[in-house]
């Protein structure tokens, strides 16, 4: 492996192509992990070529540990993507927003809507698929804020069934979302 490194390295008779085929597999299964606002499949699939070509330049030769540094760049160079795009999208509308006295003065923009919006309409879809202990269950904890325990006392299950139903439930629409 070594050697096709530094034939890559040097631009040799495709030793780069020889490599990106051996990481093809993993760039697929990575990228189709993610779903970042404002990228395809394809283009994502682009990054995780682009993240083996950075390796190849960034490896030193020597450290017989290509294979770990090709995986691990991949992985690491899709989360800083998804962190930029997560960041792009959340930043903030004006300089104004960052004087923390007047944050009772922001008003939302239609983006902050829009996503608010979508946001919500994909809860009460996610909701509609629970059975209805487990809404329930949801309900009563997060929304009119009783405790477990307290849920518990006021049905014949006990804390730890209560416990594992909405755990569940908390799966399922993380699932569904």
Do not use: W
């Given at each position: ?5 530094e034939?890559?390295k ?7 192509e ?19 606002p ?38 690491m160079?899709f ?36 996503i ?62």
């Amino acid at each position: 492996m070594e050697n096709l490194i530094e034939k890559a390295k040097n631009k040799e008779g495709g030793a780069a192509e020889i490599i990106l085929e051996k990481f093809k597999y993993l760039i697929f299964k990575e990228a189709s992990r993610y779903h970042i606002p404002g990228y395809e499949l394809e283009d994502l699939i682009q990054h995780g070529y682009l993240s083996v070509m950075k390796s190849i330049a960034m490896y030193k030769l020597g450290s017989n540990s290509f294979n770990g540094y090709c995986i691990n760049s991949i992985r690491m160079n899709f989360k800083a993507l998804l962190k930029g795009e997560i960041k792009h999208f959340r930043e903030v509308p004006n300089n104004d927003m960052l004087d923390f006295d007047n944050v009772e003065h922001y008003e939302f923009t239609l983006e902050d809507e829009v996503i608010a919006y979508d946001e919500v309409e994909k809860l009460y879809v996610a909701l509609d698929k629970l059975n209805n202990i487990e809404r329930s269950i949801l309900e009563r904890y997060y929304i009119k804020g009783h405790s477990m325990g307290e849920i518990a006392c006021d049905s014949d299950k006990s804390y730890h069934q209560f416990a594992r139903i909405k755990r569940k439930a908390l799966q399922k629409l993380r699932a569904i979302m």
